[in-house]
């Protein structure tokens, strides 16, 4: 629904030329009836950008992109440094009972390692910036 749309500017010409003919004991019925078009022709351009904004999420989401990635970002590499640094104690003593200081080293290289793979992938830390390719939609 444009600013200047032609057929409800007809509709409220029809409304405001029958409340001349009717006078004002209808003028209540009228508003109401075209304030009543004036909701329907709202909602269903709502609608319309309801659907069109729920079909390019769909396609983002089929693309295999997520929707946002503020949502996970800070709060997931978080928990998983958390959950990491807690199995290292028992990693840890393991490492060293099987095969002492060398035992350690390799275990602490494998939670930094797997720390840092985590904290990369899907560019957490070193943010790259994305071509747009020929065939993304343009709005």
């Known amino acids: 629904m ?11 010409d029809a ?12 003028e209540s019925a009228l508003v109401d009836s075209f304030l009543e078009k004036v909701e329907q022709r709202l ?7 309801v659907r069109r904004q729920m079909a390019e999420q769909q396609m983002v989401v089929a693309r295999g992109a997520r929707p946002s ?6 709060g997931e590499r978080f928990g998983f440094g958390i959950v990491s640094m807690i199995l290292a104690i028992p990693l840890s003593a393991i490492g060293v009972v099987n095969a002492n200081l060398p035992g350690l080293f390799v275990t602490w290289a494998g939670i930094v390692g797997v720390n840092v793979v985590h904290a990369a992938r899907d560019g957490g830390l070193f943010p790259r910036r994305h071509a747009k390719s020929s065939s993304d939609w343009e709005d």
């Open 2 to 12: 444009t600013a200047s749309d032609p057929e409800l500017k007809k509709e409220l």
């Open 15 to 26: 409304t405001l030329h029958a409340r001349k003919e009717l006078g004002a004991d209808y």
């Open 69 to 74: 990635q503020s949502d996970s970002g800070f």
């Open 43 to 49: 909602d269903g351009t709502v609608d319309r950008r």
